[in-house]
């Protein structure tokens, strides 16, 4: 199959009528193939998010009357834990396919009088769920926020949610849009769309904090990197290279990543796969610092993470955390690509640590009021 799509795209005009109809049949046999050889995981995948429907639709009880709920998916680490940071009335959710799933959410928002439903995100199935409330009731609200930038659309999977999300709202199916990041905010109001600004948001008091352990290696922490490009792996370790007496403390590692510091020499702890939220915490509390020097990001969870743990967090000029304040100008980089400059960052910011750390918790008091107040803003009716 893929040698036959090769050949194609070697001979045949890319943007051609010939070329595209080729595309759908390519994709409908490699459909075919994959259900076929596939046909028992996929059984198991089904059953599964079956399940997590009817538990869903149990959650959807205990909301009853409620003037909101809010669908989430809970394997997004980031997206569930953006959700869990803003919102009370919160239903976890993953991929829905089956139709009569659909019809059993549909009908359990109806009879449990739900006045408004918040998708947090969109997974598979959930354009349709939203088309079965409307055509149910088209007076229950939808709202759909948005974690995403316009950078993401290279991804057919992104652009495609994109692209239904949007014709629903122009449809009067989706009646407004909670975008986390300010440029995504104004950029829609400005082109006509009805929208709310939201910022993510962390409360980690149940999380336990433990003892540093006494050590006199610097270690510095890559979280969540893997091996995607906008996440800036192979920068931040070479900085950490350059720092006197550090340790790189990664989690997940790839193989390249695990190459790269062996032709590095640079001493380093690491898991392979990621791990669950609250380990990573506890582990991260025996760092200097944590590095996100990301290329692109719009509201990222971890940094806030990370500072409420005690441990500040170098992020990427991409976002709106800290900006316009001296804690900005500590913690916000300018030239994320750049190893001698992150270098010098580290060491500003292991230096002057305390101050950092003083400064980040009278942020967070007023971040945290400003928090509540785009929270209900969106919920309200």
């Known amino acids: 199959m893929q040698k036959l799509k090769n050949l194609v795209k070697r001979f045949v005009k890319k943007d051609g009528f010939i070329y595209k109809v080729i595309r759908k049949i390519y994709h409908f046999l490699s459909t075919i193939k994959y259900k076929i050889t596939n046909n028992k995981s996929l059984k198991e995948e089904r059953k599964h998010y079956s399940k997590v429907v009817e538990e869903a639709v149990e959650t959807i009880k205990k909301y009853k009357n409620e003037n909101y709920i809010v669908f989430y998916n809970p394997t997004w680490l980031g997206v569930a834990n953006s959700t869990k940071g803003l919102f009370k009335n919160i239903v976890p959710l993953e991929h829905v396919y089956d139709k009569k799933d659909m019809e059993k959410l549909v009908a ?18 959930w354009t349709s769920i939203i088309k079965k409330i409307k055509e149910k009731n088209k007076d229950v609200i ?102 006197p007496n550090a340790v790189a403390d990664v989690v997940p590692i790839n193989e390249g990543a695990k190459k790269f510091t062996e032709i590095l020499n640079l001493e380093t702890t690491s898991v392979n796969d990621y791990i669950p939220t609250e380990e990573l915490l506890k582990r991260i509390q025996q760092n200097e610092v944590n590095l996100y020097p990301t290329f692109t990001e719009n509201a990222p969870m971890f940094p806030l993470e990370s500072f409420e743990m005690g441990v500040p967090c170098l992020l990427g000029n991409n976002n709106d ?45 007023d971040f945290d009021k400003k928090c509540e107040k785009w929270v209900e803003e969106f919920i309200k009716i």
């Open 321 to 365: 955390y800290f900006v316009g304040t001296k804690l900005g100008e500590y913690v916000i980089l300018t030239k994320e690509d750049d190893p001698e400059y992150l270098k010098e960052k580290i060491i500003e910011c292991i230096n002057h640590k305390e101050e950092i750390l003083d400064l980040y918790k009278e942020w967070k008091k």
């Open 108 to 125: 359990s928002i109806i009879e449990n009088d739900i006045k408004s439903v918040i998708f947090s995100q969109i997974c598979d199935g």
């Open 142 to 243: 939808i709202k759909v926020i948005w974690h995403g930038n316009c950078y993401e659309f290279f991804s057919d999977f992104t652009w495609n949610l994109n692209k239904e999300v949007m014709e629903l709202y122009k449809e009067e199916k989706i009646d407004s849009f909670g975008f986390v990041r300010s440029i995504m905010y104004e950029f829609y109001k400005k082109v006509g769309f009805k929208c709310f600004y939201l910022q993510n948001n962390v409360h980690l008091d149940n999380i336990e904090r433990v003892e540093k352990e006494k050590t006199n290696k610097k270690k510095i922490g890559i979280y969540n990197a893997d091996s995607r490009e906008l996440k800036n792996i192979y920068t931040s370790l070479s900085s950490i290279k350059l720092v």
